[in-house]
């Protein structure tokens, strides 16, 4: 069962997911929206380079995540690099997105990360943003349109409110 699933079920309060993906019958709040950046290998050529746009990279083969985990993100990957000119060179679809940094660590290809995700990378591997055309993420915490909501979920709200 997902998390939309366990949502319209009841078996959930609230989960992370996706703004984009929400259907009808949720209420949402963003906790997070960042520009991509680029995972590369750190002794890569581009890896010293200050910044890097989409176009500096369409040698590069990509590690990206299958489409049926975010299509929506998938989506403004692709139209992001086609808005650079560029037509990603995908070599590896692997889930969790977390797992490409392994590949890029290996030397297979580069991947997309959003800066939240970059702050503990290991050393054989560099974070770098991008300017221009990148995908952005997105993440909500979602809950139904109830009144039969739990207590604790009015502060958890709150706390996230607060953090947000």
């Given at each position: 069962?997902?998390?939309?699933?366990?949502?319209?079920?009841?078996?959930?309060?609230?989960?992370?997911?996706?703004?984009?993906?929400?259907?009808?019958?949720?209420?949402?709040?963003?906790?997070l929206k960042e520009r991509n950046g680029i995972v590369l290998p750190a002794?890569?050529?581009?890896?010293?380079?200050?910044?890097?746009?989409?176009?500096?990279?369409?040698?590069?083969?990509?590690?990206?995540?299958?489409?049926?985990?975010?299509?929506?993100?998938?989506?403004?990957?692709?139209?992001?690099?086609?808005?650079?000119?560029?037509?990603?060179?995908?070599?590896?679809?692997?889930?969790?997105?977390?797992?490409?940094?392994?590949?890029?660590?290996?030397?297979?290809?580069?991947?997309?990360?959003?800066?939240?995700?970059?702050?503990?990378?290991?050393?054989?591997?560099?974070?770098?943003?991008?300017?221009?055309?990148?995908?952005?993420?997105?993440?909500?915490?979602?809950?139904?349109?109830?009144?039969?909501?739990?207590?604790?979920?009015?502060?958890?709200?709150?706390?996230?409110?607060?953090?947000?």
């Amino acid at each position: 069962m997902n998390q939309v699933e366990a949502l319209r079920a009841g078996d959930m309060a609230c989960g992370f997911l996706h703004p984009d993906s929400l259907p009808e019958g949720f209420q949402f709040r963003q906790l997070l929206k960042e520009r991509n950046g680029i995972v590369l290998p750190a002794d890569h050529a581009l890896a010293s380079r200050r910044t890097l746009r989409l176009k500096d990279l369409a040698e590069l083969p990509f590690v990206l995540f299958p489409r049926l985990h975010n299509p929506s993100f998938y989506d403004r990957t692709l139209s992001a690099f086609n808005e650079a000119g560029v037509s990603p060179r995908i070599v590896e679809e692997i889930w969790p997105r977390t797992n490409a940094v392994g590949l890029v660590r290996s030397g297979l290809g580069a991947t997309l990360m959003c800066p939240s995700e970059a702050k503990n990378l290991p050393d054989e591997v560099v974070f770098k943003t991008l300017k221009g055309p990148t995908p952005e993420s997105r993440l909500a915490l979602a809950w139904r349109e109830s009144t039969d909501n739990p207590p604790a979920l009015a502060s958890f709200l709150q706390a996230a409110a607060v953090r947000a």
